[in-house]
């Protein structure tokens, strides 16, 4: 990367300013242009740091759990988490919990956002159903999806279920919305362009609409991607007895907070992963993006 | 024998939701014989492309209608349109974006691919069949949209200022093309244009309509001989005639449509 505010130009006398006055009437020469190897330089540590960087952060957290400072009951030093990591390990459960944990994400949230890309799609493009039933998603959107879960244990009943429709209700709406608006953002030529060749409804949101739609809808999935997992966290919290928000929850209350800590940064690994895996999708399937310049 | 296409005392008048209603059109009577290479022109904002897009069926005549002679299959298309804003897919290549209007119709694989090369190659744009618009310049998606109106074999190709963006030297070499390109695969085609230049090039007839609300003002038949070379056509005696004909037909309108400046 170029530093933008130093492109490489020196004076070739970079002498203090009085020095340069006193010799007014010489001309100064500036060499712009010429590559001084810096940047490369430059560049090479910035990347190193940033790679570092986690580990200091963890260093100074280990030091100060070890002076005393940070309450090691509740904020154990990272080499004791790491300890209590590797008897998870070891003993399965750390593999069961995430196993649960992300069959209900893989349930819910493809329930979620295949229903919004469906019916997002045919809402983008029919304006009577937009009609119909806009209102209610714009009405009913605001609504925190986690306060929905004591209705849908009455309705689903107690177990997997309430937690994946929980799941899929939060997902569908954001994947929903902007593939609406992913409809809504095609230019007017695009949409002559099939009625000139008198596409039918299908062929429109098959040929057109969905593709057209596909950045706006990817980037609703990676948007609810996170949306899920707090929900799902969050839920587990209060109606599982498995998976890696259960182990959070039930590790706080019993005191022993190293399997919490280890569940959270699986959490969060299993979160970049998963953003990860949807970017690859997205690329595999718009290779039209991938070609530019 | 009927016309291709009759236009019969039609008129168009836009009532945006807020604001006063624009006349675009007003009775307008027109007939375009079968085969027929025929421009409008006229100032800006005329309605010629309001009057193109009726023909097309993307819009709806407040008064009359236009009415096409047609022996097109139920599979055929009667019009097919090259528009002037850019309108290749973005996520198809060189290939499917030209094969759509026949993917859409059902058209086997096969019989397909005949016709999409043959006019990819027309167009010289064979190198780039598996190329992302994207990855073309202006004057290739262009190409693009001219090979498929064409692969879309209608009875009457519709072009809407097609080249109007493009600079002039690849302006140019597509009025060569689509020249070459229609003498080989004869239909009617409306052209509409502002630019006198082009009109003359292509037409076998100019409409030149008056400002708004367009009206036929002059119905100017151009008989320079076929075949032409667009390079060497200003030179043609008849060319400087027409022109200035055309010039004069239209130059109040322009006069008028200047802003005003400090009314």
Redesign the interface.
Known sequence: MTDPLNAGERNSEDGPIADRVAKAGVPTLLRRGENTGQHQWTARAQWWLRLISPLLLLGTWELLAYVGELDARFFPPPSEIGKSAVSVIQDGSLWRASQDTLRRLALGYGAGALSGVIIGLWLGLSTWFRALIEPWIQITYPIPKLALYPLLVLVVGLGEMPIIVLLAIGVFYVVAINTIAGVLSIRRVIIDVGRDCRASFMQFFLTIALPASLPHIFTALEISLGLAYIILIGAEFVGAKSGLGAIIWSSWQLFDVGPMYVSIVTVSVLGYFSVLATRWLGDFLMPWRRTHG | MPPKIAVRSLSKVFQPAHGAAVEALRGIDLEIGEGEFVSLIGASGCGKTTLLRIM???EQASEGYVEIASCAGPRD?V???V?Q???V?????VEANVE??L???GMTRERRRKIVDHFIDKVGLSAFKH?????LSGGMRQRVSVARAFA?GPEVLLMDEPFGALDEQTRIVLQQEVLRLWSEHRCTVVFVTHSLDEAITLSDRIIVLSARPGQVRADIPVEIPRPREVSSLRAHPLYAGLYQRLWSLIEADIERSRPMVAA
């Open positions: 097309g069926g993307f298309l019009t097919s349109t528009f804003e850019e309108s897919f973005p996520w198809l290549d759509y209007g993917r859409i119709r190329a992302y618009p994207a990855q879309n």
